[in-house]
């Protein structure tokens, strides 16, 4: 059974605690949420006020994306605002302070991801995957929801699922991009582990049957 993770970018922003109730009464364990700082990718959300206020009013595992430049300068304060998994991207920096950002979270007693755009290749992952506890494949360009589902992204992604079958195989694929009912399958079957949705399930008008159908 995959993992099902919402992202709230999607969500109803003046009802923030029904919609994560609702996703528990589901049988959702997992949220999804989108950091984005308006440099690295071109839109602003969230940032540590939300995250904190978020983790006094839910037990979900609160997967936090940071889709910020430089991740070294925040990662620590996610992980004290009530992040259970900080994922950073490998384009935001170089890769020796990537790698100190990853060394913070696993300090703060946190799960660490590390994200890829789509134009970057599987191959520049090789120094960070026997580093994390998940990597995120974009299967849209970052900084938007509602985007059109990438499917040249799936050679990545069957690509790192074999490779973290021979150096970390507890290590957790996740997608995030135009994830539906049509697209799931899809990405399951080259490896994906935790699949991200978040227009499509906020949209559904049975959320219920939505999830199923994602994670079976």
Request: net charge negative; glycine share 8%; with cysteine.
């Amino acid at each position: 059974m995959a993992i099902v993770a919402p992202s709230i970018l999607s969500a109803d922003f003046a009802n923030l605690q029904r919609e994560l109730d609702e996703m528990k009464a589901l049988g959702i364990r997992w949220a999804h949420i989108d950091i984005m700082d308006g440099h690295f990718v071109p839109n602003i959300t969230v940032g540590i006020p939300v995250v904190e206020s978020l983790r006094r009013v839910t037990d979900l595992t609160l997967d936090v994306h940071l889709m910020i430049t430089e991740p070294i300068r925040y990662a620590r304060r996610f992980c004290q605002a009530g992040a259970d998994l900080v994922t950073v991207h490998l384009e935001a920096d170089t890769q020796e302070n990537i790698l100190e950002a990853i060394r913070e979270i696993h300090a703060m007693g946190k799960k660490a991801g590390i994200s890829v755009k789509p134009g970057t290749p599987a191959q520049a992952l090789e120094p960070f995957l026997d580093q994390v506890e998940l990597i995120l494949v974009m299967t849209v360009e970052p900084g938007f929801g509602g985007q059109r589902f990438m499917a040249d992204m799936m050679p990545k992604l069957s690509a790192l699922r074999d490779r973290l079958a021979q150096v970390n195989p507890g290590c957790l694929l996740e997608v995030d991009g135009g994830i539906d009912a049509v697209t799931a399958p899809i990405v399951k079957e080259n490896g994906a582990g935790v699949l991200v949705s978040g227009s499509a399930y906020f949209r559904s008008s049975d959320k219920g049957r939505f999830i199923a159908d994602l994670a079976r």
